[in-house]
């Protein structure tokens, strides 16, 4: 069964640079979460997105910002990078009839230095 | 605000022992309760979920989980563990409306031969 596809898997970048993340929901999902999970923690919820809307938002900071696009996929853009951004970043999709019930990439793994 | 405890950071289990997390909740309404698998550098794994019904719910590889409301809890189990359930566990909470997954902080099986 297809199941959501990030890419990268891994970046490198240097502080006060920006980063992209993309995420492709499985087929027939419209809803699109992201989360973050630090060194040794558990992932937390950014913001989410339903048919190219913002549906929710967590602790997201101001510097990072996100949209789905009309074919469902969607984007984390992170601007001014910080040593405290280096985490690993998930993407969940899942429909909205069933929005409780999401589904996790693999992950993008980004390093700043 | 909903928020998730697992009081076992670390759990150390011999290969073919039984294996018990611990989870407890806290929100208002009915939750929806899922149990998360990841192994290092790796995704989030659904291993089970309950929204409503029989209180005792099988996921895949082997594992359960029993809601119990009088005491919040929604503990996983399994009767024989094999070295390849080595890996971090997650319990969440999702609302009933949808959006974000509040996570737990996680608990680390460690599997001895």
């Known amino acids: 069964a297809a199941g959501v596809i990030q890419s990268p898997r891994h970046l490198i970048k240097e502080k006060r640079e920006t980063a992209t993340l993309k995420c492709y929901p499985i087929?027939?999902?419209?809803?699109v979460y992201w989360y973050q999970q630090g060194p040794g923690q558990d992932p937390q919820f950014l913001i989410s997105f339903y048919e190219k809307m913002q549906s929710d938002k967590g602790s997201i900071p101001d510097r990072f910002s996100a949209q789905q696009f009309s074919d469902y996929h969607s984007e984390l853009n992170m601007s001014s990078l910080e040593l405290g951004d280096s985490a690993l970043y998930f993407c969940a999709s899942s429909t909205r009839d069933r929005s409780y019930e999401q589904y996790f990439g693999p992950g993008t793994r980004l390093t700043v230095t | 605000a909903q928020s998730v405890t697992q009081p076992d950071i670390h759990i150390t289990v011999s290969e073919g022992a039984s294996l018990e997390l611990r989870c407890n909740y806290s929100?208002?309404?009915?939750?929806?309760l899922f149990w998360y698998v990841q192994s290092p550098g790796q995704g989030l794994q659904l291993l089970l979920k309950?929204?409503?019904?029989?209180?005792l719910v099988q996921g895949i590889k082997g594992f359960e989980a029993e809601f119990k409301r009088s005491q919040s809890s929604f503990n996983l189990r399994k009767p024989s563990v094999h070295w390849s359930d080595a890996a971090e566990y997650f319990c969440?909470?999702?609302?009933?409306?949808?959006?974000?997954?509040?996570f737990g902080g996680g608990t680390r099986v460690l599997v001895k031969p």
């Open positions: 309950y929204f409503s019904g029989d209180t």
């Open positions: 969440a909470v999702g609302q009933a409306a949808g959006n974000k997954l509040t």
């Open positions: 929100y208002g309404a009915t939750p929806y």
């Open positions: 087929p027939r999902h419209d809803t």
